[in-house]
Each structure stands twice: as structure tokens, then as C-alpha cells.
């Protein structure tokens, strides 16, 4: 399934920041959601500045135009801002997207977890992020980190436990 | 030396400084005195010139002499000895004043007011009060020479003024009565005018400087100004009215200080033109009647139509100069209207689709 991309994108002026502060909110809202959405397609959890400078996102081949870098840096701030985006490192070189929240996506575990029954069963973190059963949800293929992110969010909610198994972590549901 | 008399370093009162001159040495008799510094002349005296030495003979001193540097001396002569030459002159000043014996022609009997018992001709001062008193009356003088030497000037002035009064009831006559005198010699008599620094244009000197110079400027540039306007759509560039303006004056050429200041009156005068500064500090004159919306709402259409457009293709669609076409277009982007595309191809205006 190839990606979408909005009206924006094949609008010059979207890769120019704006001056004007309202139109530069819109421009950058617009930004955050692009983003996102290119991160959940190609399912990507963690981002390395130098490298997305060329990912096609921010450089628009067809209309020639490519966002600056203190342009993305811009867009970064704005999502860490809203809660998607979190700096590995001090550098800012590294960031974690999280275009779905650790609660969005500990909602999303729990409901299958319900939905077979598997409540008051003991998961490994393999098991499910890799596991066959899995393979048709969302979060199949959801980086470690992020899985137990999503975990604590339910541990949190009460609805779920860490544990350490002998060969690695697991997870037991309520 | 026994002639000498101590006396202060100024002018006694019938005194005159016949001659100063430095480096003079006093010889009483033979013997070096070690006084002197500058010397005036002051005793009678005959004398005789040798090389670098003046001697001075003396009459016996008058029995009521003042005290002196010295009480007696054996000596009735004195020799000056001139350090730093002068000696020429000073001897020729010397046998000069001899000669007229000034001395004795002064009125003793002078309008003094010194009481009877003190020496005929000679306020004889003492101490401090001498000294201020000397000063006071050298102050007066001084003053009384600048005075005289001003009342030229200020007479000067007030023909200069008379003139100007005339020169300018003429001009006036010439505006109402234009039929009595024929064209070729009203606009010579303007360019005497003109020469000569009044009449016509509004200068400094007319109306003084400051804020009433600048009110008639001003509405002198109300009147200048209506007519290239609107040729140029309603607004300039306030560069493009300082050349127009002093291209057109000639003389009397008005300084871009003088234009601003006058320019910011346009409003408090109720003249239909107006001064604006952008924000990029661009200032331009333009017309009251000018709608700046307007403008924006026409800029938009025309870069709607055109899908997008630069500065300079705007300048060029509108007829207007580089710089306020693109004033014209940020503002436009200010208000929200459009947005920009900044690449290494230039700057270009999109409407803001956003």
C-alpha cells in the first residue's frame, strides 16, 4: 500500500517555514500529522536526524524542494512538544516517534489480550510483538521499547504486570 | 637708579604703552640689577645708543618720589641691556617720546573722581581694590570696541531686512497684477529672487527653522506631489520624492532631514497625502485617498491567477518600482494572505492555502 501523501506536500511553499505566525501553526500541524502517518506506515519507531534529512518526507523530489534542517529540527520541537517525540540523546540526533501513544497502544494489547480470553495468562514481550498469533495486529512488530512502554501503561491502569522470566521479560494480564 | 618708582604692571592713568619688549636687562649704573623682566618707559631721559646697551641719563628724582627698588644710587644714569634684541626699536620709541614730551601735554585737570589730596592726574590705586578697579575699567573698553565694531553689522541687518520686505511686495504684486508686467520679465525677476535666496521657494531664512519651516514646506509638497501620484498609482517611494522634489526646486535644495520632518506634518495638517513606514522601515508618501486593502485584495487576485509570483513579476504586472511591489507583497503575507516559497530559485508568493 503506497502512502499518501497530503495536498501539502506538493505545495512549495509548505518547505519554506512561514513567517507569519498563524499560517506557520497551520504549516506545522500539517508537518506533525505527516510525519506521524509516514512513521506508522512504513512502521517506524525510532528516527536518526541525519539520516531522515533525505527520507522522502522532507524532501520532495518531484517539485524540488527539501525542508531545511533547522526547518525539521522546528518540527521535531512541535511533536516532542505534543508528546509523539521523544530525544534519545542530548545531541538530538536519535528520537523515538511515537506516532501512537504507550496508552494507545497498551489499549490496543489489552483488547486483544481480552478478546481471546487471555487474561490471567503469562506472556513473554516475544510473544507478543512477534508471535504468530499476533501477526495480524497493529502492534505486531512493535519495537521492545515501546512495547514496554505500552506495558507500564497498562501496569499503570492496573491492568497488567511486568515480570522477569528466566530468559527475558513477560507480562501477566489481569 | 634711584629714579625708579615702584608701580604696579598696569597702565597708570596717563599712561600710554609706547613699547614692550622682553629680555631686557637694568644696569644701575654699571651694576646688574636683577629685577627686571619688561620695561616701560617712565623716567625723562636722554640718551645714547651702544651696541645692544641703552643708557638712560637721569634728572634727579622730585623730593616727593614714591619708594622705588632703590633708595639712593650713586649712579644718575642706567644702562637697558637688550637680551633679545629690539633695541633699535625700542630706542627710536624712546627718543620719539622725547621728543613729544606726551607726557606733558595730557590735561592734568581730567574728569576724575579722586578727592583733591591725592596727586593731580592720578588715581592712585592700592591693593586689590586698585587691581579691580583696572580691570573693571579695561572690561568697559573692551566691550565699548565691540559695540562700535557690531553696529555695522547689525545696520547691515536691518537694510538686509528692508530689502527683503521690498523684493517680496513686489513678487506679490507681480502674482496679482500678472497682466502689467510682461512674462519674460516676471520669471527674471523670480530668478533674481531666486539668486538671491528668498521669494518663492519656502528657505529657512524666510521662515526660520523649525516646525513652522517644516508646516510650509509641507504643504508645498501637498501641492508638488498630487500630480506624480497619481501618475504612479498612489504611493512613492520617499527616495523617489526627494529627487523629484529637489530636481524641481533648483536651488534651495532641501535636505532629506527637512523632507521627513516635513512629510510627518502631512496628516496633523490635513494634507490629502500621508507618510508610511513598513515594517522592513521602507517610508513612502501616498495618497489619503489611497486603500491600502484594496491593494491587497487585487495583489491576491493577481497572484491567484497567476499560480504564483515574484517581486519582481508583480513589479513588472503593476507598473510600480521592485521595492514597494514587494512591500505591497509582504504585507499581503502579513495579513495571511499569502505565504512564501523560499528555495535557492528566490523568494516567490503563493496564495495561503493553508
Known amino acids: ?174 | 637708579m634711584d629714579r625708579f618708582m615702584w608701580t604696579n604692571g598696569l597702565l597708570e592713568m596717563n599712561e600710554t604703552l609706547v613699547i614692550q619688549q622682553r629680555g631686557v636687562r637694568l644696569y644701575d649704573g654699571d651694576e646688574k640689577v636683577t629685577f627686571c623682566g619688561v620695561f616701560r618707559q617712565h623716567a625723562k631721559s636722554s640718551g645714547i645708543g651702544k651696541s645692544a646697551k641703552i643708557v638712560i641719563h637721569l634728572h634727579p628724582a622730585p623730593a616727593n618720589k614714591e619708594p622705588g627698588p632703590f633708595q639712593q644710587s650713586k649712579f644718575s644714569y642706567i644702562k637697558l641691556s637688550f637680551k633679545e634684541h629690539g633695541q633699535i626699536e625700542f630706542y627710536r620709541r624712546l627718543m620719539e617720546e622725547m621728543t613729544q614730551k606726551r607726557w606733558e601735554n595730557t590735561p592734568v585737570s581730567q574728569p576724575i573722581s579722586t578727592t583733591a589730596g591725592l596727586k593731580a592726574g592720578r588715581t592712585r590705586a592700592v591693593g586689590i581694590v586698585g587691581i579691580e578697579r583696572k580691570l573693571e575699567e579695561k572690561r568697559k573698553e573692551t566691550d565699548k570696541n565691540i559695540s562700535e565694531a557690531f553696529e555695522d553689522l547689525s545696520k547691515l541687518m536691518e537694510k538686509a531686512k528692508e530689502m527683503v520686505e521690498l523684493s517680496k511686495s513686489i513678487a506679490s504684486k507681480i502674482k496679482d497684477k500678472q497682466g502689467d508686467i510682461t512674462e519674460d520679465e516676471t520669471i527674471r525677476f523670480k530668478s533674481y529672487l531666486l539668486s538671491m535666496g528668498i521669494a518663492d521657494p519656502v528657505t529657512r531664512e524666510t521662515h526660520g527653522s523649525g516646525t513652522h519651516y517644516h508646516m510650509q514646506l509641507a504643504r508645498q509638497l501637498g501641492d508638488m506631489l498630487q500630480a506624480p501620484l497619481e501618475e504612479r498609482g498612489g504611493m512613492m517611494a520617499l527616495t523617489e520624492v526627494y529627487c523629484l522634489v529637489n530636481r524641481a526646486r533648483g536651488m534651495e535644495l532641501l535636505s532629506p532631514e527637512d523632507l521627513v520632518n516635513a512629510c510627518k506634518m502631512f496628516e496633523s495638517l490635513k494634507l490629502p497625502l500621508r507618510l508610511r513606514v513598513f515594517d522592513s522601515g521602507v517610508m513612502v508618501v501616498q495618497l489619503q485617498s489611497h486603500n491600502e486593502e484594496e491593494m491587497i485584495a487585487s495583489a491576491l487576485d493577481n497572484v491567484s491567477e497567476k499560480g504564483s509570483l515574484t517581486a519582481e513579476e508583480f513589479a513588472k504586472l503593476l507598473g510600480l518600482s521592485v521595492l514597494l511591489a514587494k512591500e505591497r507583497l509582504l504585507l499581503a503575507e502579513k495579513m495571511g494572505h499569502l505565504c512564501r516559497d523560499d528555495s535557492v530559485e528566490g523568494l516567490r508568493f503563493y496564495p495561503n492555502l493553508f
Open chain 1, 1 to 174: 500500500m503506497s502512502f499518501e501523501w497530503p495536498w501539502q506536500y506538493n505545495f512549495p511553499p509548505f518547505f519554506t517555514l512561514q513567517p507569519n505566525v498563524d499560517t506557520r501553526q497551520k504549516q506545522l500541524a500539517a508537518w506533525c500529522s505527516l510525519v506521524l502517518s509516514y512513521c506508522r506506515h512504513r512502521k517506524l519507531y525510532t528516527v536518526d536526524v541525519l539520516e531522515v534529512q533525505e527520507s522522502p518526507v522532507f524532501n520532495n523530489k518531484k517539485i524540488e524542494r527539501k525542508l531545511s534542517v533547522e526547518a525539521i529540527q522546528v518540527v521535531f520541537e512541535e511533536l516532542r512538544k505534543k508528546g509523539n517525540l521523544e530525544w534519545m540523546d542530548k545531541n538530538k540526533t536519535r528520537c523515538l516517534i511515537m506516532w501512537r501513544r504507550p496508552e494507545e497502544w497498551g489499549k490496543l494489547i489489552y483488547q486483544w489480550v481480552s478478546k481471546n480470553g487471555m487474561v490471567n495468562s503469562v506472556f513473554t514481550l516475544y510473544e507478543l510483538s512477534n508471535g504468530e498469533d499476533t501477526e495480524n495486529e497493529e502492534f505486531h512488530g512493535l519495537e521492545d521499547w515501546m512495547l514496554l512502554r505500552s506495558l507500564q501503561a497498562l501496569h499503570a491502569e492496573g491492568k497488567a504486570e511486568v515480570i522477569t522470566l528466566d530468559d527475558g521479560k513477560g507480562v501477566k494480564f489481569f
